[in-house]
Protein backbone atom coordinates (compact mmCIF):
# COMPACT_ATOMS: atom_id res chain seq x y z
CA UNK A 1 0.00 0.00 0.00
CA UNK A 2 0.90 3.47 -0.93
CA UNK A 3 2.22 5.62 2.29
CA UNK A 4 2.13 9.15 2.70
CA UNK A 5 4.70 12.03 1.79
CA UNK A 6 6.24 12.90 5.30
CA UNK A 7 5.37 9.92 7.25
CA UNK A 8 6.56 11.28 10.36
CA UNK A 9 5.22 14.11 10.48
CA UNK A 10 1.94 12.97 9.22
CA UNK A 11 1.88 10.92 12.35
CA UNK A 12 3.05 13.88 14.58
CA UNK A 13 -0.47 15.58 12.67
CA UNK A 14 -2.06 13.01 13.26
CA UNK A 15 -1.61 12.48 16.50
CA UNK A 16 -2.26 15.79 18.05
CA UNK A 17 -5.31 16.50 16.23
CA UNK A 18 -7.70 13.50 16.15
CA UNK A 19 -8.49 10.71 18.42
CA UNK A 20 -7.45 8.17 15.69
CA UNK A 21 -5.69 4.97 17.66
CA UNK A 22 -1.78 4.39 17.20
CA UNK A 23 -2.77 1.06 15.46
CA UNK A 24 -4.57 2.66 12.76
CA UNK A 25 -2.13 5.53 12.42
CA UNK A 26 1.00 3.08 12.80
CA UNK A 27 -0.48 1.14 9.78
CA UNK A 28 -1.40 4.56 7.54
CA UNK A 29 2.02 6.04 7.92
CA UNK A 30 4.17 2.40 8.12
CA UNK A 31 5.56 3.19 11.30
CA UNK A 32 5.26 0.66 14.68
CA UNK A 33 2.63 1.19 16.96
CA UNK A 34 5.01 1.83 19.64
CA UNK A 35 6.43 4.67 17.68
CA UNK A 36 3.11 6.42 17.58
CA UNK A 37 2.79 5.90 21.55
CA UNK A 38 6.24 7.44 21.73
CA UNK A 39 5.31 10.15 19.66
CA UNK A 40 1.70 11.02 22.22
CA UNK A 41 4.72 10.61 25.03
CA UNK A 42 6.56 12.98 23.61
CA UNK A 43 9.70 10.90 23.52
CA UNK A 44 9.81 10.35 19.50
CA UNK A 45 9.72 13.18 16.82
CA UNK A 46 10.66 16.20 19.06
CA UNK A 47 10.56 19.30 17.20
CA UNK A 48 9.09 17.70 14.54
CA UNK A 49 5.97 19.70 13.07
CA UNK A 50 2.95 18.21 12.03
CA UNK A 51 1.89 17.58 8.15
CA UNK A 52 -1.52 18.12 7.53
CA UNK A 53 -2.56 15.55 4.92
CA UNK A 54 -6.00 17.26 4.43
CA UNK A 55 -4.37 20.58 3.57
CA UNK A 56 -1.51 18.41 1.15
CA UNK A 57 -4.37 16.44 -0.36
CA UNK A 58 -3.10 12.75 0.86
CA UNK A 59 -6.28 12.18 3.47
CA UNK A 60 -10.19 13.85 3.48
CA UNK A 61 -12.11 14.84 6.36
CA UNK A 62 -14.82 11.95 5.81
CA UNK A 63 -11.68 9.78 5.84
CA UNK A 64 -10.69 10.52 9.61
CA UNK A 65 -14.07 10.89 10.64
CA UNK A 66 -14.73 7.36 9.97
CA UNK A 67 -11.06 6.03 11.02
CA UNK A 68 -12.58 8.07 14.57
CA UNK A 69 -15.76 6.08 14.51
CA UNK A 70 -14.48 2.85 13.91
CA UNK A 71 -11.28 1.59 15.12
CA UNK A 72 -11.08 -1.06 13.07
CA UNK A 73 -11.23 1.14 10.03
CA UNK A 74 -7.91 1.47 8.26
CA UNK A 75 -7.06 4.93 6.40
CA UNK A 76 -7.25 4.82 2.84
CA UNK A 77 -4.31 7.35 0.98
CA UNK A 78 -6.60 10.05 -1.29
CA UNK A 79 -5.96 9.08 -4.88
CA UNK A 80 -3.87 11.63 -6.36
CA UNK A 81 -3.80 11.56 -10.17
CA UNK A 82 -1.20 14.15 -10.39
CA UNK A 83 1.52 11.72 -8.25
CA UNK A 84 0.39 8.59 -11.21
CA UNK A 85 3.57 6.87 -11.80
CA UNK A 86 5.99 9.06 -9.96
CA UNK A 87 8.05 6.03 -9.25
CA UNK A 88 8.42 5.42 -13.02
CA UNK A 89 11.19 7.89 -13.63
CA UNK A 90 13.45 8.14 -17.02
CA UNK A 91 17.08 8.74 -16.92
CA UNK A 92 20.34 7.10 -15.50
CA UNK A 93 20.19 5.02 -12.48
CA UNK A 94 20.86 6.87 -9.44
CA UNK A 95 24.36 5.54 -8.09
CA UNK A 96 25.47 6.38 -4.25
CA UNK A 97 28.07 9.01 -3.99
CA UNK A 98 30.44 5.78 -2.14
CA UNK A 99 30.72 3.78 -5.34
CA UNK A 100 30.90 6.87 -8.07
CA UNK A 101 34.57 6.41 -8.05
CA UNK A 102 34.04 2.65 -8.98
CA UNK A 103 31.69 3.35 -11.84
CA UNK A 104 34.63 4.66 -14.61
CA UNK A 105 36.07 0.62 -13.62
CA UNK A 106 32.64 -0.92 -14.12
CA UNK A 107 32.07 0.45 -17.28
CA UNK A 108 36.01 -0.40 -18.38
CA UNK A 109 35.01 -4.01 -17.69
CA UNK A 110 31.84 -3.89 -19.81
CA UNK A 111 33.58 -2.20 -22.49
CA UNK A 112 36.32 -4.56 -22.41
CA UNK A 113 33.98 -7.92 -21.78
CA UNK A 114 31.08 -6.96 -23.54
CA UNK A 115 31.59 -4.75 -26.60
CA UNK A 116 28.43 -5.62 -28.24
CA UNK A 117 26.48 -3.63 -25.29
CA UNK A 118 25.72 0.05 -26.59
CA UNK A 119 26.22 3.14 -24.92
CA UNK A 120 22.57 3.60 -24.04
CA UNK A 121 22.59 -0.02 -22.56
CA UNK A 122 25.56 0.30 -20.09
CA UNK A 123 24.52 4.17 -19.03
CA UNK A 124 21.14 2.66 -18.37
CA UNK A 125 22.91 -0.49 -16.19
CA UNK A 126 25.45 1.53 -14.30
CA UNK A 127 23.90 5.04 -14.02
CA UNK A 128 26.23 7.07 -15.87
CA UNK A 129 26.77 9.39 -18.91
CA UNK A 130 27.33 8.40 -23.05
CA UNK A 131 30.57 10.60 -23.21
CA UNK A 132 31.96 9.39 -20.63
CA UNK A 133 31.90 5.41 -21.66
CA UNK A 134 32.83 6.67 -25.59
CA UNK A 135 36.11 8.41 -23.67
CA UNK A 136 36.65 4.63 -22.14
CA UNK A 137 36.30 3.12 -25.35
CA UNK A 138 38.67 5.63 -26.74
CA UNK A 139 40.77 5.14 -24.01
CA UNK A 140 41.00 8.91 -23.95
CA UNK A 141 39.72 9.26 -20.21
CA UNK A 142 41.60 11.47 -17.84
CA UNK A 143 42.01 8.39 -15.75
CA UNK A 144 42.78 5.43 -17.79
CA UNK A 145 46.19 4.60 -17.06
CA UNK A 146 44.63 3.85 -13.47
CA UNK A 147 41.69 2.18 -14.15
CA UNK A 148 40.75 -1.76 -13.56
CA UNK A 149 38.27 -3.86 -15.02
CA UNK A 150 35.79 -4.51 -12.39
CA UNK A 151 32.22 -6.39 -12.64
CA UNK A 152 29.81 -3.85 -12.10
CA UNK A 153 28.14 -6.71 -10.23
CA UNK A 154 30.53 -7.13 -7.77
CA UNK A 155 30.58 -3.39 -7.26
CA UNK A 156 26.66 -3.20 -6.41
CA UNK A 157 26.12 -0.85 -9.33
CA UNK A 158 23.41 -3.14 -10.82
CA UNK A 159 21.83 -6.79 -9.93
CA UNK A 160 23.11 -10.18 -11.82
CA UNK A 161 19.43 -10.95 -13.28
CA UNK A 162 19.76 -6.83 -14.74
CA UNK A 163 23.14 -7.39 -16.38
CA UNK A 164 21.75 -11.37 -17.61
CA UNK A 165 18.42 -9.48 -18.96
CA UNK A 166 20.86 -6.63 -20.86
CA UNK A 167 23.71 -9.75 -21.87
CA UNK A 168 20.49 -11.64 -23.74
CA UNK A 169 18.54 -8.81 -25.27
CA UNK A 170 22.15 -8.07 -27.03
CA UNK A 171 22.31 -12.34 -28.01
CA UNK A 172 18.59 -11.70 -29.52
CA UNK A 173 20.19 -8.64 -31.82
CA UNK A 174 23.07 -10.46 -32.79
CA UNK A 175 21.17 -13.61 -33.74
CA UNK A 176 18.88 -11.37 -35.44
CA UNK A 177 21.87 -9.96 -37.58
CA UNK A 178 22.91 -13.54 -39.11
CA UNK A 179 26.59 -12.75 -37.64
CA UNK A 180 28.64 -15.46 -36.97
CA UNK A 181 30.12 -15.81 -33.33
CA UNK A 182 33.24 -17.26 -32.24
CA UNK A 183 33.06 -19.29 -28.66
CA UNK A 184 34.41 -16.51 -26.71
CA UNK A 185 31.40 -14.15 -28.17
CA UNK A 186 28.77 -16.69 -27.85
CA UNK A 187 30.03 -16.87 -24.05
CA UNK A 188 30.07 -13.18 -23.63
CA UNK A 189 26.24 -13.04 -25.38
CA UNK A 190 24.61 -15.42 -23.41
CA UNK A 191 24.00 -15.30 -19.09
CA UNK A 192 26.04 -16.06 -16.61
CA UNK A 193 24.24 -19.41 -15.63
CA UNK A 194 24.33 -20.11 -19.14
CA UNK A 195 27.78 -19.77 -19.34
CA UNK A 196 28.74 -21.85 -16.63
CA UNK A 197 26.84 -24.77 -17.96
CA UNK A 198 28.43 -24.87 -21.66
CA UNK A 199 31.07 -27.72 -21.99
CA UNK A 200 34.27 -26.18 -22.23
CA UNK A 201 36.03 -26.84 -25.47
CA UNK A 202 39.38 -28.60 -25.65
CA UNK A 203 42.41 -26.52 -27.37
CA UNK A 204 45.64 -26.51 -27.87
CA UNK A 205 48.02 -24.16 -25.42
CA UNK A 206 49.82 -22.14 -27.83
CA UNK A 207 53.31 -22.95 -26.34
CA UNK A 208 53.01 -26.48 -28.03
CA UNK A 209 51.24 -25.94 -30.99
CA UNK A 210 52.88 -28.33 -33.71
CA UNK A 211 53.09 -30.63 -31.91
CA UNK A 212 49.88 -32.48 -32.55
CA UNK A 213 51.27 -34.88 -34.96
CA UNK A 214 54.62 -35.74 -33.18
CA UNK A 215 54.68 -39.80 -32.48
CA UNK A 216 57.10 -41.52 -30.65
CA UNK A 217 59.02 -44.26 -32.42
CA UNK A 218 57.45 -47.79 -32.38
CA UNK A 219 58.10 -49.67 -29.56
CA UNK A 220 59.14 -52.60 -31.57
CA UNK A 221 61.56 -50.88 -33.47
CA UNK A 222 62.95 -49.00 -30.18
CA UNK A 223 63.52 -52.76 -28.36
CA UNK A 224 64.90 -54.10 -31.52
CA UNK A 225 67.80 -51.46 -31.49
CA UNK A 226 68.48 -51.69 -27.71
CA UNK A 227 68.91 -55.76 -28.09
CA UNK A 228 71.31 -55.25 -31.70
CA UNK A 229 75.14 -55.96 -30.21
CA UNK A 230 77.54 -53.47 -31.61
CA UNK A 231 80.87 -54.31 -32.71
CA UNK A 232 83.22 -51.77 -31.07
CA UNK A 233 85.71 -52.49 -34.24
CA UNK A 234 82.91 -51.43 -36.85
CA UNK A 235 81.57 -49.07 -34.39
CA UNK A 236 84.90 -46.83 -34.81
CA UNK A 237 85.68 -48.38 -37.59
CA UNK A 238 89.33 -49.15 -36.38
CA UNK A 239 91.78 -50.87 -39.01
CA UNK A 240 92.89 -54.30 -38.41
CA UNK A 241 96.56 -54.72 -37.22
CA UNK A 242 99.00 -57.29 -38.28
CA UNK A 243 99.62 -59.98 -35.53
CA UNK A 244 102.74 -60.17 -36.52
CA UNK A 245 103.55 -57.12 -35.72
CA UNK A 246 105.47 -56.33 -32.21
CA UNK A 247 105.67 -53.57 -30.17
CA UNK A 248 108.63 -51.61 -30.92
CA UNK A 249 108.49 -49.66 -27.82
CA UNK A 250 112.09 -49.26 -25.92
CA UNK A 251 110.05 -48.86 -22.72
CA UNK A 252 111.70 -51.54 -20.45
CA UNK A 253 108.43 -51.42 -18.26
CA UNK A 254 106.50 -53.89 -21.22
Not at 211 to 226: C, G, I, P
Request: charged residues 30%; aromatic residues 6%.
Amino acid sequence: MAKPLMAKATAVWLVDNTTISFKQIADFVGMHELEIQGIADGEVAVGVKGFDPIANNQLTQEEIDSAQSNPLHKLKLKFNPAATGEEKRRGPRYTPLSKRQDRPNSILWLVKFHPELSDGQIAKLVGTTKPTIQSIRERTHWNISNMQPIDPVALGLCKQSELDAVVQKAAAKKAAEGGVMSDDERRKLVSTEQSLEMDAEPKIPTAIEGLETFSLRDDAEEKEKEEEVVDADSFFNLPKGDDSEEDESDDPRF
